[in-house]
């Protein structure tokens, strides 16, 4: 069976640039979710994706955005990118509605300057 | 709404004592509580969950954690701390309500970091 993987591992940006976050959900899992993780912080709910549609979502700007695929593989995008959004972005598979335990990834480490 | 205060930022233990990490939370719902650990520049694994099944909760290397309704809290204690134990641990609420767009939604603690001394 085969983990929670994201891509990149790490990754520079520079301020006003875009970004694309990507994340392959645990085999069987139709459910992804995003969090930001910032620095010395419990992770952030950014939002869900349930059969690539958007199911949920928290108290981020809409140049956060996402997509999930038919394979259940989703992306995070996040546009006009703020020195803030320097952090740990973790994504977290679960097999849908009914199963409320969330798997996660090892994350993608952003740094913006 | 859900929310989780964990009670201490950090926690010094010696190997082989006791380990207690204090988590109270708040919830509309019947809520579903995890905890989580993350070693550092890694990503978060399970450690146990309750989902309003047996109120003492048993996790993987040895920790466990009871839910106690009344109080409001779901308190994490291993009886013998290890020094792979060093790690930050958050607790998390989840709403068990099957439906709506919080499903799912994870709301995490600011976490506690466990330093373990030989």
């Known amino acids: 069976e085969t983990g929670v993987t994201q891509s990149p591992t790490h990754l520079i940006k520079t301020r006003g640039q875009q970004v694309t976050l990507r994340c392959s959900s645990q085999?069987?899992?139709?459910?992804v979710s995003w969090y930001q993780q910032a620095l010395g912080q419990g992770p952030q709910f950014i939002f869900q994706y349930y059969r690539e549609e958007e199911n949920g979502r928290g108290n981020f700007p809409p140049r956060f955005s996402g997509l999930q695929f038919p394979n259940y593989s989703s992306e995070l995008n996040v546009n006009a990118l703020e020195l803030d959004d320097s952090a740990l972005y973790l994504c977290?598979?679960?097999?849908?509605?009914?199963?409320?335990?969330?798997?996660f990834g090892p994350g993608t480490r952003l740094t913006v300057l | 709404a859900q929310s989780v205060t964990q009670l201490d930022s950090h926690v010094s233990v010696s190997e082989g004592t006791p380990v207690l990490l204090r988590c109270n939370y708040s919830s509309s719902y019947s809520p579903s509580l995890f905890w989580y650990v993350q070693h550092p520049n890694k990503g978060l694994q399970l450690l146990l969950k309750?989902?309003?099944?047996?109120?003492l909760v048993k996790g993987i290397n040895g920790f466990e954690a009871e839910f106690k309704k009344s109080e409001t809290s779901f308190h994490l204690t291993k009886p013998s701390a290890h020094m792979s134990d060093a790690a930050e641990y958050f607790c998390?609420?989840?709403?068990?309500?099957?439906?709506?767009?919080?499903?799912?939604?994870?709301?995490f603690g600011q976490g506690t970091i466990l330093t373990v001394h030989p």
């Open positions: 998390v609420v989840s709403a068990a309500y099957a439906g709506g767009t919080s499903y799912g939604k994870l709301t």
């Open positions: 309750y989902t309003s099944a047996a109120t």
């Open positions: 085999s069987g899992h139709n459910t």
């Open positions: 977290a598979s679960r097999g849908g509605q009914g199963h409320n335990e969330q798997f």
